[in-house]
């Protein structure tokens, strides 16, 4: 900000300075010609345009149904969508609505689950609530977080997601320093985790509930589960949500979208959680954009009613398992004879998480990323983005921020960019060991 400014802005928007999203985005704009396998975009080529268009045409061949998407809706969303919703999720954990504990009433719909994280944040942290997290974790989130004032906590994790005695360990620490009670929730991406590529093991989904019910001893502690990728699912079994262990619907707060396994540009998610929660949420959206975008919803209805959605989600598992596939591939052709590099075989999702020797820096300002972008014309998303650490909290179990990770995306490219990308990834890496 320039120094002479007369304009008062708020301390949120001091919060929110410099978010390293803006400056990712901003990067791919300025440098053309440079292979991204940092954007978090899915692949272009098998958008659903077809069937998006079939659902369009349903919708508009009937004038009532053209006029209703034509209309506001409400600030919760369309009550056939959320009826929908209340089906998929149902057939997603295996478990009726009852079983679940939920109904339409704990369902709002949200312009992507972007804004239901953003909502949730907003109603419930005043600054200086204290959010846990795993290391590493979503880092457009740790942004929200930032932007509210809130404090990061960080957890240990190890390949199973989230370890759980140092979540028990966290909360025991913060209680001793009298701190437990601004503990307000804990966030996890429970599958093919962003940027991990990790999934929470079963016996832990179990546990966290059991965790966080039992700290909740004089204030709650609410689970915020993000079920972003839980449709791309490539290999390996399908373990039952977080969610699914909290029959009364009181602990566990979810969120899901239907960017990634249909189409972003739609801008539709949602979240599910108890109905006091719910109220505070559309009182909140009420203010700031009366629902989201009716039209959006409408299509997205008709996908789901006529199983549009379903057929494409089938196909683009097909896709993307090939492509995570493939990036694997140029992994081992490129990176395996280099010394100290490792990287994780994600079992569903867009993500590869790449580690490099501990002497090797991957952020912004580092050596590594600068002769990668300018010299290699690659880029990647610096790992370290993805670690917050609390320095004010007195104690050294909170895991160090890591700076020799990349996260590494199959998403965007195509299987020509995957491999040339990886190609140039690789050649830059070998100019620093
Ligand atoms: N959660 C996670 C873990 C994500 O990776 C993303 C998108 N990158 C979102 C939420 C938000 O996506 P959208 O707003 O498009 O639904």
Redesign the pocket.
């Known amino acids: 900000m320039p120094m002479n400014s007369k304009i008062r802005f708020s301390k949120k928007r001091a919060w929110s300075h410099d978010l390293p999203i803006s400056f990712l985005m901003q990067q791919g704009v300025e440098n053309p010609g440079v292979l991204s396998l940092a954007a ?1 975009l899915v692949d272009q080529n098998s958008l659903p345009v077809e069937l998006t268009k079939k659902s369009f045409d349903h919708l508009f061949s009937n004038p009532k149904t053209a006029r209703a998407a034509l209309q506001y809706g409400t600030t919760a969303g369309s009550l056939s969508l959320r009826s929908l919703l209340l089906s998929h999720v149902s057939n997603l954990e295996e478990k009726s609505a009852r079983e679940l504990g939920m109904t339409v009433d704990n369902i709002i719909v949200t ?5 239901y ?1 953003s909502l949730l944040g907003e109603v419930l942290l005043d600054p200086g609530d204290i959010c846990l997290v795993a290391a590493p974790t ?1 880092f ?2 740790l942004g929200v977080l930032q932007g509210l004032g809130a404090r990061i906590v960080s957890i240990e994790t190890d390949e199973f997601g989230m370890r759980m005695d140092s979540l028990e360990s966290t909360l025991g620490i913060l209680e001793s320093q009298g701190q437990l009670e601004k503990v307000k929730m804990i966030y996890l ?1 429970s599958d093919y ?2 940027p991990s590529g990790i999934s929470l093991s079963q016996d832990r989904r179990g546990q966290v509930v059991e965790i966080a019910q039992s700290w909740s001893k004089q204030q709650k502690i609410f689970i915020l589960e ?1 079920l ?2 839980r449709e791309l699912c490539y290999d390996g079994p399908v373990v039952p949500s977080i969610r699914s262990f909290d029959s009364t619907g009181e602990t566990v707060i979810l ?1 899901q ?4 396994s249909f189409s ?1 540009g739609l ?1 539709v ?1 949602f979240g599910v959680a108890p109905k006091e929660v719910c109220a505070a949420i559309c009182d909140k959206k009420g203010n700031d954009d009366f629902g989201s975008t009716n039209m959006s919803q409408q299509v997205l209805a008709t996908a789901l009613r006529e199983n549009f959605y379903y057929e494409h989600v089938k196909h683009l598992r097909e896709v993307y398992r090939e492509k995570r596939n493939y990036m694997l591939e140029a992994a081992d052709t490129y990176f395996s004879n280099i010394p100290g590099v490792r990287w994780v075989h994600p079992n569903g999702g867009l993500y590869v998480w790449m580690t490099l020797p501990n002497n090797i820096e991957t952020g912004f300002a580092s050596p590594l990323f600068q002769k990668a972008i300018h010299e290699d014309k690659v880029m990647y998303v610096p790992g370290e983005l993805c670690y917050a650490t609390d320095q004010k909290l007195d104690f050294d179990k909170q895991p160090p921020i890591q700076k020799n990770h990349m996260r590494l995306t199959f998403g965007v490219q195509n299987h020509e960019g995957i491999q040339e990308g990886m190609k140039r990834l690789a050649k830059a890496v070998k100019s620093f060991i």
């Open positions: 978090g312009t992507g689950s972007q804004q994280l979503y457009v989130f991406v985790e962003n993000d972003a990728y969120t979208t239907f960017s990634k972003p801008r998610g």
